[in-house]
């Protein structure tokens, strides 16, 4: 399939993101008003103002509808919190569809908080994250999965985004990874697409993409060696998509491994969410019959558009489109 073959069949499809659904909180500071705190002696980080976007999850959501998917919907968890409420605005703002998600007083929003210096444009202090620090209470993974198991039949694709790094993890618990794995088996002919941080190898029978370091770093773990058909074997899938920044994209088949290459950029604006615009883009166009070589050149297409943004930022059909048209001979 060509470009805009695929950009054409992806308002015919409904795409549901299930998983950690986080708040990317940006504030902008400063660096004149960092004198010490009065009170304290610690240097204050003065901001002067902040507004909150879809991360994680929420970044796959807001790629889906830039390519004008006809309907996007979510699976997660929001805490009862002001982030929550932050959280909520920014999906709804970008017509994420909210009924599946769960609201929980017990559990903090997963939220980066990251600070930006007003004089030089650039993210340069710590941030201060707001992460799982506690298993699922049992009440919570029970509803999730409820709501999976009986909206995933009105979706042509399903992105899990596993991004928490912590030991408990986040929306995607053993049992959840269990029922999709039970659902990729009932559904054949549906795209469930898993992009994972920390717990790649867990990911059983759907198609996998990690980044060619979380990969590699699975592989010394599980055979000491960097062998992605071992990799592929022991997901039990048929496909499986590493991408390589700069490189591209290798997609992993049985018994081949094919480099898809993107235009190489010189100086992208921001790389932050990079993979999961790739994710959405070539999720979307194997949903749209598109090979797994097409979709992960479309996948790189999306993420060449994106990366030359601040932030986590997305792409339209006609950014797209001139992405291509900039590097076709």
């Not at 009986?150 to 991004?163: E, M």
Request: with cysteine.
């Amino acid at each position: 399939m060509t470009t805009a073959e695929i950009l054409a069949a992806i308002p015919k499809l409904a795409a549901l993101v299930v998983g950690d659904i986080c708040l990317d909180y940006w504030c902008t500071y400063d660096p004149s008003l960092s004198e010490p705190s009065r009170e304290t002696g610690i240097p204050r980080i003065g901001v002067m103002g902040s507004y909150g976007s879809p991360g994680a999850g929420g970044t796959v959501a807001n790629n889906l509808i830039a390519l004008n998917a006809y309907r996007v919907a979510a699976v997660g968890v929001i805490g009862d919190d002001g982030h929550g409420f932050e959280l909520t605005r920014a999906l709804r703002e970008r017509g994420v569809v909210l009924d599946l998600m769960v609201r929980d007083p017990r559990l903090p929003t997963f939220t980066y908080t990251k600070f930006v210096n007003s004089e030089t444009g650039v993210e340069d202090r710590p941030r201060i994250d707001f992460v799982p620090f506690r298993p699922l209470p049992e009440q919570v993974e029970r509803q999730i999965m409820t709501r999976l198991e009986s909206a995933i039949r009105g979706f042509d694709v399903v992105l899990v985004a596993d991004q928490a790094e912590t030991e408990y993890g986040g929306v995607i618990t053993p049992e959840v990874r269990r029922l999709l794995r039970k659902l990729a088996l009932k559904n054949p002919g549906r795209v469930i697409w898993a992009d994972s941080r920390r717990r790649v190898e867990q990911f059983r029978g759907l198609i996998v993409k990690p980044n060619r370091n979380e990969a590699d770093e699975v592989c010394l773990r599980l055979f000491g060696a960097i062998d992605y058909q071992r990799l592929r074997l022991h997901l039990e899938t048929k496909l499986l998509v590493v991408t390589r920044g700069e490189e591209g994209a290798v997609v992993v088949t049985p018994g081949k491994e094919t480099p898809v290459p993107t235009v190489r950029i010189e100086k992208p604006v921001d790389i932050c969410g990079a993979g999961d615009s790739f994710s959405a883009g070539a999720a979307l166009a194997l949903a749209a019959q598109a090979s797994p070589i097409e979709a992960a050149r479309f996948g790189n297409l999306v993420a060449s558009v994106t990366i030359m943004k601040p932030g986590t930022g997305t792409a339209s059909p006609e950014e797209v489109l001139a992405a291509e048209a900039a590097v076709s001979p």
